[in-house]
Structure formats: structure tokens, C-alpha cells
Antibody, heavy 121, light 111 residues
Framework: QLQLQESGPGLAKPSETLSLTCTVSGGSISSNCCYWGWIRQPPGKGLEWIGTIYYSGATYYNPSLKSRVTISVDTSKNQLSLKLSSVTAADAAVFYC?????????????WGPGTLVTVSS | QSVLTQPPSVSGAPGQRVTISCTGSRFNIGAGYDVHWYQQLPRTAPKLLIYANNNRPSGVPDRISVSKSGTSASLAITGLQAEDEADYYCQSYDSSLSAVVFGGGTKLTVL
């Protein structure tokens, strides 16, 4: 059974860079079936797509975040990572690691449990 | 403001049928991009409920279905049960934004 698990600091300081890692188990991040990505959800609010990556390294970013986001994969560790720079309080959210099937905007069929990131000095 | 518009809330009694709409534009649903739906129970990650043309992941009952017409899509749940009480989100792709987009979410209350 595929499992995704986010990890990283639960607190980020304003203007700094938020870094999260997602470890994939029970399947390979290098599988050509799928894409991988990050979704965030501010407390009490809806879902927002951050970006998507294919194991080859091809990336697709939310235009509203593109200047601050970097998503990468480490196939040797079966992990993907997220870096979001220059964070503000508006970036506080639960961050989810996801798998997308079929294509870069395909359905998100597996989700990690999510990790809450607070932004505060 | 979400690119896809959903009603903030819907409600229904057990056994009834409810629908949740997802209204987009000619750049997303109207352009023919697939629409996917998610269910989010309180304090849990969203779960894929139904995708593209009425494809259900294993374990999702067939009392849940979708339809699409023009620039809108709808999720229908028949035989409403208490366990259906959750938030529901639609998702598609928007070509003008080159982005995956979500609806704002709909809270379903089972009366």
C-alpha cells in the first residue's frame, strides 16, 4: 500500500524559507504512471495547488507562487521536497504531499496526512 | 476567490439526494478538462472520491456520481448517510492560468 509522509519544521520565521520533505513508501517515485505534488490548506480554508513534478524533474508551479517555490525529487531516497521562500503569515497552512495519476493535472489519488506549518517570529 | 465556484453549504436528510455544483469557465470545465472530486472528513486529509468520467476508486459506493454540462459539473449523492457529512472539493485544470484549480469547497450537512 502506497504511503506518503510529510516531514519538516512546524514553525517558519517570516521572510525565511520553509522546507518540507515527503517520503514515499510502498511504491517508487520513479514510476512512469504518476506525478507528485504539494497542496496546501490554510486553517479553516480551501485547498490550493502549489506545484507538481515528474520523476524526470519536469515541474509545474502555481503561477501565484512560482517565484517563491522549488519542488524537487530525490529518486535514490524516494522523496520529494518543497521549498517556499520569503514566507509570511499568509503561508501558514497544512501542507499535503500528493500523488497524481496519469497526467500533470490528474486526480490526486494518494495524500499524506499533512503537516501544519505556522509562520511566526 | 476560487476559479471554480461551489456553494458554501448544502444539506439533506438521511436517505435523500443532494447535489453539489462546481461552476467554471471556458478555460477549465468548458474547455473539456477533467473534473475530479474529493471528500474531506474533519481533521483528515482529503480523499479522492470520483474522477474524470464517473471513475470511482475502490471502496467508493455507486450512490455517488458526477455529471458535466458546459462550464459546470455536479456531484450527486443519493441515499444520504450520516457518514457523508464532510467537505467536498472539485478540481480541474485552467488553461488561462496554466494551473490546477480547486473549488472553494462545500460543507455537506446531514440533518
Amino acid at each position: 500500500q502506497l504511503q506518503l509522509q510529510e516531514s519538516g519544521p512546524g514553525l517558519a520565521k517570516p521572510s525565511e524559507t520553509l522546507s518540507l520533505t515527503c517520503t514515499v513508501s510502498g511504491g517508487s517515485i520513479s514510476s512512469n504512471c504518476c506525478y507528485w505534488g504539494w497542496i496546501r490548506q490554510p486553517p479553516g480554508k480551501g485547498l490550493e495547488w502549489i506545484g507538481t513534478i515528474y520523476y524526470s524533474g519536469a515541474t509545474y508551479y502555481n503561477p501565484s507562487l512560482k517565484s517563491r517555490v522549488t519542488i524537487s525529487v530525490d529518486t535514490s531516497k524516494n522523496q520529494l521536497s518543497l521549498k517556499l521562500s520569503s514566507v509570511t503569515a499568509a503561508d501558514a497552512a497544512v501542507f499535503y504531499c500528493v500523488r497524481l495519476i496519469g497526467y500533470s493535472s490528474g486526480p490526486l489519488d494518494y495524500w499524506g496526512p499533512g503537516t501544519l506549518v505556522t509562520v511566526s517570529s | 476567490q476560487s476559479v471554480l465556484t461551489q456553494p458554501p453549504s448544502v444539506s439533506g436528510a438521511p436517505g435523500q439526494r443532494v447535489t453539489i455544483s462546481c461552476t467554471g469557465s471556458r478555460f477549465n470545465i468548458g474547455a473539456g478538462y477533467d473534473v475530479h472530486w474529493y471528500q474531506q472528513l474533519p481533521r483528515t486529509a482529503p480523499k479522492l472520491l470520483i474522477y474524470a468520467n464517473n471513475n470511482r476508486p475502490s471502496g467508493v459506493p455507486d450512490r455517488i456520481s458526477v455529471s458535466k454540462s458546459g462550464t459546470s459539473a455536479s456531484l450527486a449523492i443519493t441515499g444520504l448517510q450520516a457518514e457523508d457529512e464532510a467537505d467536498y472539493y472539485c478540481q480541474s485544470y485552467d488553461s488561462s492560468l496554466s494551473a490546477v484549480v480547486f473549488g472553494g469547497g462545500t460543507k455537506l450537512t446531514v440533518l
